[in-house]
């Protein structure tokens, strides 16, 4: 498939679908992801909008701006998003939590998730998993925040630019 640029335009690339060729242009999808009209990061990933379900590409939004963009090339077809909450790990009993943001469910899911204050080794007795305030589990401090639905969006069209 070749590109026909608009008169006057001068083009130094061509489509080329062989996934094993380095594509010569860049196919940007980007956006702006909010929540309660406020920015969030969210991990958005693309999807191809027509023939088997294929990822073409992940990026996590900005959390001060919500802005993501995904280059998506070779593909230049509409693409679905999904924009969804990281939903962490599955607790478990005496893992390690090594650093403050890290975030886990529960084993039974309770549409919460939940994220290291502290960093530290979970005890051994699964907690009661609240679903407002903080809960202890060892050494570890984990904030109840609701688990929001998945975002979705399309058919959009990817922006072509040359690399």
């Given at each position: 498939m070749s590109y026909i640029p608009p008169v006057g335009d001068a083009v130094d690339f061509e489509f080329n679908?062989?996934?094993?060729?380095?594509?010569?242009?860049?196919?940007?999808v980007r956006g702006l992801i909010s929540k309660y009209d406020e920015p969030i990061a969210l991990k958005v990933t693309a999807l191809a909008a027509l023939g088997s379900p294929k990822v073409l590409g992940e990026a996590i939004s900005d959390p001060l701006t919500g802005l993501y963009e995904i280059d998506i090339a070779p593909h230049v077809g509409e693409v679905l998003l999904m924009a969804t909450m990281d939903y962490g790990v599955e607790w478990l009993p005496s893992m390690l939590i090594q650093n403050v943001g890290e975030v886990i469910h529960?084993?039974?899911?309770?549409?919460?998730?939940?994220?290291s204050l502290t960093p530290g080794m979970c005890g051994s007795v699964e907690p009661n998993w609240p679903t407002t305030g903080n809960v202890t589990s060892g050494d570890?401090?984990?904030?109840?925040?609701?688990?929001?639905?998945?975002?979705?969006?399309?058919?959009?069209?990817?922006t072509i630019e040359p690399k």
């Open positions: 679908l062989d996934a094993s060729i380095e594509p010569t242009y860049h196919a940007w529960p084993p039974a899911p309770n549409r919460y998730i939940y994220v570890v401090i984990f904030k109840a925040q609701p688990l929001f639905e998945p975002l979705a969006g399309g058919y959009l069209k990817p």
